[in-house]
T-cell receptor, first 113, second 112 residues
Framework: DVKVTQSSRYLVKRTGEKVFLECVQDMDHENMFWYRQDPGLGLRLIYFSYDVKMKEKGDIPEGYSVSREKKERFSLILESASTNQTSMYLCATWGDRGKSPLHFGNGTRLTVT | KNQVEQSPQSLIILEGKNCTLQ??????????LRWYKQDTGRGPVSLTIMTFSENTKSNGRYTATLDADTKQSSLHITASQLSDSASYICVVSWNAGNMLTFGGGTRLMVKP
């Protein structure tokens, strides 16, 4: 079974802090994604990566950046956290795009005060 | 605009009853349609994936249907159990499978 591990289940940060969310997968998948999930808005794509050192903006990249230095690890960075970034953040991997399911981590619930 | 709409937003049923969740989409060009189950505090887990040529797919007590002509899908849950309480998310893949659009989900509560 694919395992997608997010480093923290819950985080509380102050406005203006730099925040790192880490995601590690064990299945050698090339494709990795960061989503945020908010009530009534569903999952929205922040950034994705098709390969090491490669990144693409999703639908809502403003205020975020990402890093993929190794195939198994995809990090989401909030350069200066703001209260409107309080949300559930979900990492996902995708093996054979178009034919296989996305595999999600259990999420990080971030609160910015 | 590519959109995926789910209904109802929330649903409460009694244990043992059946229910059907709906998903309508305007996504084009369509590749496949996926249903995910998300337990509270957990990430979504895949239930089914259906391509254009498949109109029914089952996973235990879960049966998904797809009508590609009307761009509608449903997820039918038979003999519901308390553990079925979760959010169910419809996801449509498009652009040769390279893009995904998520529905807003249906929150199901099964009561004893």
């Amino acid at each position: 079974d694919v395992k997608v591990t997010q480093s923290s289940r819950y985080l509380v940060k102050r406005t203006g802090e730099k925040v790192f969310l880490e995601c590690v997968q064990d299945m050698d998948h090339e494709n990795m994604f960061w989503y945020r999930q908010d009530p009534g808005l569903g999952l929205r794509l922040i950034y994705f990566s098709y390969d090491v050192k490669m990144k693409e903006k999703g639908d809502i990249p403003e205020g975020y950046s990402v890093s993929r230095e190794k195939k198994e690890r995809f990090s989401l960075i909030l350069e200066s956290a703001s209260t409107n970034q309080t949300s559930m953040y979900l990492c996902a991997t995708w093996g054979d795009r178009g034919k296989s399911p996305l595999h999600f981590g259990n999420g990080t619930r971030l609160t910015v005060t | 605009k590519n959109q995926v709409e789910q209904s109802p937003q929330s649903l409460i049923i009694l244990e043992g009853k059946n229910c059907t969740l709906q998903c309508n989409y305007t996504v084009s060009p369509f590749s496949n349609l996926r249903w995910y189950k998300q337990d509270t505090g957990r990430g979504p887990v895949s239930l089914t994936i259906m391509t254009f040529s498949e109109n029914t797919k089952s996973n235990g007590r879960y049966t998904a249907t797809l009508d590609a002509d009307t761009k509608q899908s449903s997820l039918h849950i038979t003999a519901s159990q308390l553990s079925d309480s979760a959010s169910y998310i419809c996801v449509v893949s498009w652009n040769a499978g390279n893009m995904l659009t998520f529905g807003g989900g249906t929150r199901l509560m099964v009561k004893p």
